[in-house]
Nanobody, 124 residues
Framework: VQLQASGGGLVQPGSSLRLSCAASGFTLDDYGIGWFRQAPGREREGVSCINERDDKTYYSDSVKGRFTISRDNAKNGVYLQMNNLKLEDTAVYYC??????????????????WGKGTQVTVSS
Protein backbone atom coordinates (compact mmCIF):
# COMPACT_ATOMS: atom_id res chain seq x y z
CA VAL A 1 0.00 0.00 0.00
CA GLN A 2 1.51 3.28 -1.08
CA LEU A 3 0.55 6.88 -1.75
CA GLN A 4 2.72 9.26 -3.66
CA ALA A 5 2.28 12.97 -4.15
CA SER A 6 3.91 14.64 -7.14
CA GLY A 7 3.75 17.79 -9.21
CA GLY A 8 5.42 20.28 -6.92
CA GLY A 9 7.93 22.84 -8.08
CA LEU A 10 9.25 26.36 -7.90
CA VAL A 11 6.88 28.99 -9.23
CA GLN A 12 6.27 32.72 -9.00
CA PRO A 13 3.38 34.28 -7.12
CA GLY A 14 0.19 34.16 -9.15
CA SER A 15 1.21 30.97 -10.93
CA SER A 16 -0.54 27.61 -10.96
CA LEU A 17 0.48 24.06 -10.17
CA ARG A 18 -1.38 20.78 -10.27
CA LEU A 19 -0.48 18.20 -7.67
CA SER A 20 -1.24 14.53 -8.18
CA CYS A 21 -1.77 11.81 -5.63
CA ALA A 22 -1.33 8.28 -6.92
CA ALA A 23 -2.12 5.10 -5.05
CA SER A 24 -0.87 1.57 -5.36
CA GLY A 25 -2.21 -1.41 -3.51
CA PHE A 26 -5.64 0.06 -2.81
CA THR A 27 -8.44 1.98 -4.49
CA LEU A 28 -8.60 5.67 -3.72
CA ASP A 29 -12.34 5.78 -4.33
CA ASP A 30 -12.85 3.80 -1.12
CA TYR A 31 -11.30 6.58 0.93
CA GLY A 32 -11.62 10.22 1.68
CA ILE A 33 -8.45 11.75 0.28
CA GLY A 34 -6.98 14.80 1.89
CA TRP A 35 -4.20 17.20 1.01
CA PHE A 36 -2.10 18.59 3.82
CA ARG A 37 0.91 20.86 3.90
CA GLN A 38 3.68 21.71 6.29
CA ALA A 39 5.96 24.69 6.06
CA PRO A 40 9.25 24.90 7.96
CA GLY A 41 8.66 25.75 11.60
CA ARG A 42 4.91 25.46 11.27
CA GLU A 43 2.39 22.81 12.17
CA ARG A 44 0.82 20.62 9.54
CA GLU A 45 -2.23 22.22 7.98
CA GLY A 46 -5.19 20.57 6.31
CA VAL A 47 -5.75 22.07 2.87
CA SER A 48 -8.51 20.12 1.19
CA CYS A 49 -10.32 16.82 1.16
CA ILE A 50 -12.62 14.92 -1.20
CA ASN A 51 -15.04 12.34 0.11
CA GLU A 52 -15.34 8.81 -1.17
CA ARG A 53 -18.48 8.02 -3.17
CA ASP A 54 -20.24 11.41 -3.06
CA ASP A 55 -17.09 13.44 -3.87
CA LYS A 56 -18.07 16.17 -1.46
CA THR A 57 -15.16 18.57 -1.08
CA TYR A 58 -13.74 20.63 1.75
CA TYR A 59 -11.23 23.47 1.73
CA SER A 60 -9.38 25.47 4.30
CA ASP A 61 -10.17 29.16 4.37
CA SER A 62 -6.64 29.95 3.26
CA VAL A 63 -7.07 28.19 -0.10
CA LYS A 64 -10.80 28.41 -0.75
CA GLY A 65 -11.47 29.89 -4.17
CA ARG A 66 -7.92 29.24 -5.35
CA PHE A 67 -7.47 25.47 -5.00
CA THR A 68 -9.66 22.74 -6.46
CA ILE A 69 -9.54 19.07 -5.48
CA SER A 70 -10.77 16.37 -7.82
CA ARG A 71 -10.44 12.66 -8.40
CA ASP A 72 -10.20 10.42 -11.44
CA ASN A 73 -11.26 6.94 -10.44
CA ALA A 74 -10.20 5.45 -13.76
CA LYS A 75 -6.65 6.56 -13.03
CA ASN A 76 -6.90 5.92 -9.29
CA GLY A 77 -5.71 9.46 -8.72
CA VAL A 78 -6.65 12.58 -6.80
CA TYR A 79 -5.53 16.02 -7.88
CA LEU A 80 -5.11 19.44 -6.37
CA GLN A 81 -5.25 22.30 -8.84
CA MET A 82 -3.62 25.30 -7.22
CA ASN A 83 -4.17 28.67 -8.84
CA ASN A 84 -3.04 32.15 -7.90
CA LEU A 85 -0.31 30.76 -5.68
CA LYS A 86 0.95 32.96 -2.89
CA LEU A 87 4.23 33.09 -1.00
CA GLU A 88 2.49 31.59 2.02
CA ASP A 89 1.54 28.49 0.04
CA THR A 90 5.16 27.39 0.18
CA ALA A 91 5.30 24.03 1.95
CA VAL A 92 5.70 20.32 1.51
CA TYR A 93 2.36 18.96 0.36
CA TYR A 94 1.17 15.49 1.33
CA CYS A 95 -1.82 13.43 0.35
CA UNK A 96 -3.43 11.00 2.76
CA UNK A 97 -6.30 8.51 2.79
CA UNK A 98 -9.00 8.15 5.42
CA UNK A 99 -11.31 5.13 5.41
CA UNK A 100 -13.83 7.12 7.51
CA UNK A 101 -14.11 9.81 4.86
CA UNK A 102 -13.23 13.46 5.12
CA UNK A 103 -13.14 15.25 8.42
CA UNK A 104 -14.68 18.67 7.71
CA UNK A 105 -12.17 20.24 10.07
CA UNK A 106 -9.32 18.85 7.92
CA UNK A 107 -7.58 17.78 11.12
CA UNK A 108 -5.88 14.79 9.54
CA UNK A 109 -5.81 12.81 12.76
CA UNK A 110 -7.58 9.72 11.46
CA UNK A 111 -5.75 9.10 8.22
CA UNK A 112 -4.96 5.50 7.38
CA UNK A 113 -2.21 6.14 4.87
CA TRP A 114 0.14 9.01 4.20
CA GLY A 115 2.14 9.57 1.08
CA LYS A 116 5.57 11.07 0.68
CA GLY A 117 5.34 14.78 0.08
CA THR A 118 6.12 17.06 -2.79
CA GLN A 119 7.73 20.47 -2.33
CA VAL A 120 5.90 23.57 -3.51
CA THR A 121 7.92 26.76 -3.42
CA VAL A 122 6.38 30.08 -4.35
CA SER A 123 8.99 32.76 -4.71
CA SER A 124 9.51 35.95 -6.64
Amino acid sequence: VQLQASGGGLVQPGSSLRLSCAASGFTLDDYGIGWFRQAPGREREGVSCINERDDKTYYSDSVKGRFTISRDNAKNGVYLQMNNLKLEDTAVYYCAADSWGCNPTLAGTSMDYWGKGTQVTVSS
